[in-house]
């Protein structure tokens, strides 16, 4: 895909899921790809498949971990970086507000939020240099209240609006920001919020998961090579004016679940 070839990538929580499943949309289109995770196997697992994989185990919600992820790369890529995927992301606990543990809530934010700055705030001044993308990962339950859920939700709202400021403050050196906000996307870590909902809320796991498609209008939970898609497409040519913008790959959801 145009626009692809030989640009260096640094995907963050890259070795299951979304994460991998954009790593490898992107290097099947020549990028050169670099990712990190906190999962030792899961990322040896990904490199023995792609040997031409770049990978480092970051913690990327611990602050010294990105300082010494970005000076790994700056040898790997030379000093260079075009793309970014802030993939990281926890689910967080479920349940009522009045019921959640503040060090859980905490957190949910570290991950998913302060997380993607402390990533940004190294590769910006990279990616500057000669112009590029980025892309953070929001949430339909950044676009929605949900209920049962509110740390998670707050988390991916605060993305949102930090993506919309980062395309605004980085527009001007040719650098486009996005935040994507899947639905339900089939794997592992649906299941496992599935199964914190149903627990916290005394509903079966089929009917969890039935409620967490019934409020799209196509009614089917999406898959991890959906987002590598749409992620495709805005770092590429065809997406070279798509800036600012919370880009959706849902089914069309026109609510959330409520319990």
Same mark, same amino acid.
């Given at each position: 895909m145009e626009g692809i070839t030989n640009k260096k990538v640094l995907i963050t929580a890259g070795a299951t899921g979304i994460g991998k499943a954009t790593a490898i949309a992107l290097m099947n289109a020549g990028a050169q790809v670099h990712v990190c995770d906190i999962d030792a196997?899961? /990322?040896?697992? $990904?490199k023995q498949h792609y040997p031409l994989l770049l990978t480092s185990i970051t913690n990327v919600a611990k602050p010294d971990e990105v300082d010494a992820m970005f000076a790994q790369l700056q040898q790997d890529f030379s000093g260079e970086l075009d793309f970014l995927v802030n993939n990281a992301g926890v689910s967080g606990p479920a349940g009522p507000i009045e019921t959640l543990d503040i060090e859980a809530w905490k957190a949910t934010f570290d991950v998913n939020l302060?997380?993607?700055f402390y990533v940004s705030k190294h590769a910006i001044p990279l990616?500057? #240099?000669h112009g590029g993308a980025i892309m953070n990962l =929001? =949430?339909?339950? %950044? /676009?929605? %209240?949900? @209920?049962m859920r509110s740390p998670y939700a707050s988390a991916k709202w605060a993305i949102v609006g930090l993506s919309k400021t980062m395309a605004? +403050? /980085?527009g @001007? $050196?040719? !650098?486009? !920001?996005?935040? &994507?906000? @899947?639905? =339900? !996307?089939?794997? +592992?870590?649906?299941?496992r919020v599935i199964s =914190? &909902?149903? #627990?916290?809320? %005394? +509903?079966s796991l089929h009917k969890v998961r039935q409620d967490n498609v019934q409020n799209t209008s196509m009614t089917t939970f999406v898959d991890a090579e959906d987002i590598a898609n749409m992620i495709l497409f805005s770092f590429s040519d065809l997406g070279a004016k798509i800036s600012g913008q919370s880009l959706t790959v849902d089914g069309d959801t026109h609510s959330l679940a409520t319990y």
């Open positions: 196997q899961a /990322l040896a697992d $990904f302060h997380a993607t990616i500057k #240099k =929001s =949430s339909t339950a %950044g /676009l929605y %209240g949900y @209920p605004m +403050e /980085l @001007p $050196f040719n !650098v486009r !920001v996005n935040c &994507i906000c @899947p639905g =339900s !996307v089939n794997g +592992e870590r649906m299941d =914190s &909902i149903a #627990k916290a809320t %005394g +509903e």
